[in-house]
C-alpha cells in the first residue's frame, strides 16, 4: 500500500482495504472503498454510512474523471476520508483540496516544502464547489 | 469595460508566482518535459518547432490601449518585433524564452492580462462577438455574461483536465460574428416572451477532424442558474468524454455518441442536483459586472455626415465599416490582411499605433476579432478619416473586410509542429492573385479560410472557400472545400475532388471563383449562389 504523505484530518486514519467499486455494493462489511476513473461514484450512494474510506484512483494525473467522483460523494454528504492515490502532482494538490480530498498518497513522495507551498497557494478562489466549505470571490464581494 | 478588482488581481498575481515556481523547478530539474507539458500548456505555452511560443489571452477580444500598447511592448522586448492575432481572439508570440516567460506574465498582470488557461484540456478563453456593445441589433450586450463566465472557468478545480480542451462563445445578436455553433458550447442571450433575458445553450459543435455544428440543447436557461447549468455541462462531459483516444474525446464526439437527447437528458439530471447545492454566483454579482459595460460618453449630437470624396477612403468605408447603434458613430474595422502578407500578423509599431487609435478616437477601446483582425468599436464620424488616414501611413488600411483577401490562416508548417503542410504561403498567393481593388469588389464577401493539417485552426471547414494542408507521400497537397459558413446558417464545406499543388491551388479557387461571377444571380454572395447551384458546375470548371 502507498503510503499517505499528507492528511487533513483529526480522526484516527483508516487503514482497512479498500475493494473494488463492484466488490464493495456485494461486500456488505467491507467499509473502505476505491474508484477507479472509469467507475460511477453514484453507484456507492446507496452505500454512504458504512463508509469510512474513499480512495480516488489516479493512474494518470491528466486524467480528472476523480474530481468529479470525490466532489459528487461531498455532495452527497460522505464525510470519511477521501483519499487520492496514484499520480499525483504537487500543482494539483490545491484543486483536489478543493474538490473534497482530504489525504494525498502519492505514488512517489512529494517534495514537502513545494507541496506545502502549493496547498496554500491560493488565498481566495473563484468558484464555490461547496464541498471544502470555502468562500467564493463573488461571495465576498456581496456579503449576506 | 471590465476592471479588476482586487480580488481578480490577486488571482492573477498568485497565478504568475505559480508559474515563476514551476519554470523554476523545471530548469532545476525538479519537473521533466513530459510533466512540466501539461502545467506549462495551462498558461499558454506550446513548445512549438523553432521556440516557445507564448499565447495570450484577450478576454472575448476586449482591450483597452494601455494592454494593447503592451502587447506591443512585449512583440518588441521578448520577441521578434511582430505578433500574432489568433482565432480564438487572441494574440500570440512565436519566438519566446522559457526562461523569459515569468516576467512576461508579471508585465501583463499589471495591466489586467493572463495567459491562464490559453491552451491545455481546461475550459478556455471566451469568446464572444466583436461587435459586442456597438452593434445595432444586439439584444444585450453578450460581454458581462461571457466575464461571469470566465471568472467561473478560471482555476475551476473540478475542470482542469477534462478530457480535451474546451471552448465556449457567448452572442447577443441574431448576425453571428462568432462562430457560436462551432464551440463546444454556444451560448446566445435571448429575450423570452415575458421580456427576460436568458442563455440559449447549445453544445458539441468543433471543427478538427470531424466537424460538427452544435445542436440547441436548452432553449432557456434563466440568468440566475447560467453557472449551474453550464456546470452541470462540464461535469457530464468530465465523467464521460472520451479519453481513450486524443481524436474522440472533444464534446461533440460525446454528444454524438449518445445521441443529443441522452446527453440532453444526463445534463438535466445533473443540473437538477446541482441546483441543490449553492454554487450560482447571486444576480448582484452580474450587475457588478455589467456595470463596467456601460456605453461610454457618446456625443448625442455627433453628425451623421461623412466626407467620401477620397476614393481610397470611400472604400475602406464601404468595406471595412459597419453601422453602429448610436448616430454619428461607427464600427471600424482593421484588416490585418495586407496584400501579400501574413493573416493575424501586426508590428509592435502597428500594435502601439492601434493603441493611440483606439484611445484617441474609440473610447480607449479595441476588439479582436476571430478571422484575425482589429475592431476600434466606437468611432465618430467626424473623426473616421483621420483615422484612416493613420492607418494608411502605418500599412493598415488594406479595404478587404471579409472578402477573398480577408484571409483565416493558421500559422502552418512555417511555426506549428502539428502541421502538414505551410499555410501562410497560400495565403500569401492568394491574396496576391486577387489584390486588386476592383476584383475583390467584384467578387465581394467571399470568406477563404486555410487549415495546414486536420486540427482545423484555420476553420477551413466553415469558409465559403476552405484550404485543407495534408501531407501526401511527402509533398504538400492542398485539398478545396466549398460551401462552409460559420455565420447564423452555418454550415460545413464539402471537398470538391482530388488535391492540388500550392500553385494549383490557387488556379483552383480562381475558377470557382469564375464559375460564380457567371452564374451569380442579383446581389448573391459566392455562398449564396453556391448553395443555388451546387458542387457540379465548379467541379467541372476546376477539374474539367
Known amino acids: 500500500m502507498v503510503d499517505v504523505q499528507f492528511r487533513f484530518r483529526e480522526d484516527e486514519a483508516v487503514n482497512d482495504p479498500a475493494v473494488t467499486v463492484d466488490a464493495f455494493s456485494q461486500q456488505t462489511n467491507a467499509t473502505a472503498v476505491r474508484i477507479e476513473p472509469g467507475d460511477d461514484a453514484r453507484d456507492l450512494l446507496p452505500h454512504l454510512d458504512r463508509l469510512a474510506l474513499v480512495e480516488v484512483s489516479f493512474p494518470a494525473w491528466t486524467d480528472g474523471r476523480g474530481y468529479s467522483s470525490a466532489r459528487i460523494l461531498r455532495e452527497a454528504g460522505y464525510a470519511g476520508e477521501m483519499r487520492a492515490v496514484g499520480d499525483l502532482v504537487i500543482d494539483m494538490l490545491s484543486h483536489l483540496r478543493r474538490c473534497g480530498f482530504d489525504a494525498f498518497a502519492p505514488e512517489k513522495a512529494l517534495n514537502e516544502e513545494d507541496a506545502r507551498n502549493a496547498f496554500d497557494r491560493w488565498d481566495n478562489v473563484y468558484q464555490a464547489t461547496v464541498v471544502d466549505g470555502r468562500q467564493a470571490i463573488w461571495a465576498k464581494r456581496h456579503p449576506a | 469595460m471590465y476592471k479588476y478588482d482586487e480580488y481578480d488581481q490577486q488571482m492573477v498575481d498568485t497565478r504568475v508566482a505559480e508559474f515563476r515556481d514551476q519554470v523554476r523547478r523545471r530548469l532545476a530539474g525538479d519537473l521533466t518535459e513530459d510533466q512540466f507539458k501539461p502545467l506549462r500548456l495551462q498558461n499558454g505555452l506550446y513548445l512549438q518547432l523553432h521556440a516557445y511560443m507564448l499565447r495570450v489571452a484577450v478576454p472575448y477580444g476586449t482591450l483597452n490601449s494601455a494592454q494593447m500598447t503592451l502587447l506591443g511592448d512585449i512583440a518588441d522586448k521578448y520577441d521578434r518585433g511582430y505578433g500574432h492575432f489568433t482565432t480564438r481572439q487572441n494574440i500570440q508570440y512565436n519566438w519566446i524564452k522559457l526562461e523569459d516567460t515569468p516576467d512576461i506574465l508579471a508585465e501583463l498582470a499589471k495591466v489586467e492580462m493572463h495567459a491562464i488557461q490559453t491552451s491545455g484540456n481546461c475550459i478556455r478563453n471566451i469568446s464572444s462577438d466583436q461587435f459586442a456593445g456597438a452593434a445595432a441589433e444586439e439584444i444585450v450586450d453578450p460581454r458581462p455574461y461571457a466575464e461571469l463566465l470566465r471568472q467561473w472557468s478560471s482555476f475551476h478545480p473540478e475542470f482542469l483536465v477534462l478530457p480535451r480542451k474546451f471552448k465556449i462563445a457567448v452572442i447577443a445578436s441574431e448576425t453571428d460574428r462568432a462562430a457560436m455553433r462551432l464551440h463546444d458550447i454556444g451560448i446566445k442571450m435571448v429575450k423570452n416572451d415575458a421580456g427576460e433575458i436568458g442563455a440559449q445553450f447549445y453544445a458539441g459543435g468543433g471543427m478538427g477532424r470531424t466537424p460538427m455544428i452544435a445542436p440547441l440543447i436548452r432553449e432557456f436557461v434563466p440568468l440566475d442558474q447560467l453557472i449551474t447549468f453550464s456546470e452541470a455541462c462540464l461535469r457530464v462531459y468530465n465523467r464521460y468524454g472520451r479519453r481513450d483516444n486524443k481524436y474522440k474525446a472533444r464534446i461533440k464526439i460525446l454528444v454524438h455518441e449518445l445521441g443529443r437527447d441522452e446527453y440532453v437528458r444526463q445534463v438535466e439530471e445533473e443540473f437538477a442536483h446541482l441546483l441543490t447545492q449553492p454554487i450560482e454566483p447571486p444576480l448582484a454579482e452580474l450587475e457588478r459586472i455589467k456595470a463596467h459595460f456601460v456605453d461610454p460618453g457618446f456625443d448625442a449630437n455627433a453628425s451623421d455626415d461623412l466626407d467620401l470624396t477620397d476614393p481610397d477612403f470611400r472604400l475602406w468605408v464601404e468595406r471595412n465599416t459597419h453601422a453602429h447603434k448610436q448616430a454619428g458613430y461607427v464600427i471600424a474595422t482593421v484588416s490585418l490582411k495586407p496584400i501579400g502578407g501574413i493573416p493575424g500578423d501586426a508590428t509592435a509599431d502597428q500594435i502601439r499605433l492601434m493603441a493611440k487609435l483606439a484611445k484617441d478616437y474609440s473610447f480607449d477601446e479595441l476588439r479582436v476579432t476571430h478571422a484575425q483582425n482589429i475592431v476600434f468599436p466606437h468611432v465618430k464620424k467626424a473623426d473616421l478619416y483621420t483615422v484612416w488616414k493613420a492607418l494608411d501611413e502605418a500599412g493598415l488600411s ?147
Open chain 2, 398 to 544: 488594406t479595404a478587404n473586410l471579409d472578402t477573398v483577401g480577408d484571409i483565416i490562416a493558421c500559422p502552418g508548417l512555417d511555426y506549428c509542429s502539428l502541421a502538414n503542410a505551410r499555410s501562410i504561403p497560400v495565403a500569401q498567393k492568394i491574396s496576391e492573385r486577387f489584390g486588386s481593388a476592383e476584383r475583390q469588389a467584384e467578387i465581394g464577401e467571399l470568406k477563404l479560410k486555410i487549415s495546414g493539417c486536420i486540427n482545423a485552426c484555420g476553420h477551413h471547414h466553415a469558409g465559403h472557400i476552405g484550404i485543407l494542408g495534408v501531407d501526401k507521400k511527402g509533398l504538400e497537397n492542398y485539398q478545396l472545400l466549398l460551401g462552409g459558413s460559420e455565420g447564423a446558417d452555418t454550415s460545413l464545406g464539402q471537398i470538391t475532388g482530388p488535391g492540388f499543388t500550392e500553385d494549383g491551388v490557387v488556379d483552383a479557387i480562381e475558377k470557382a471563383t469564375e464559375v460564380y461571377l457567371a452564374n451569380k444571380e442579383g446581389e448573391e454572395r459566392f455562398l449564396d449562389t453556391y448553395r443555388r447551384i451546387g458542387m457540379a458546375p465548379f467541379k467541372e470548371a476546376i477539374y474539367g
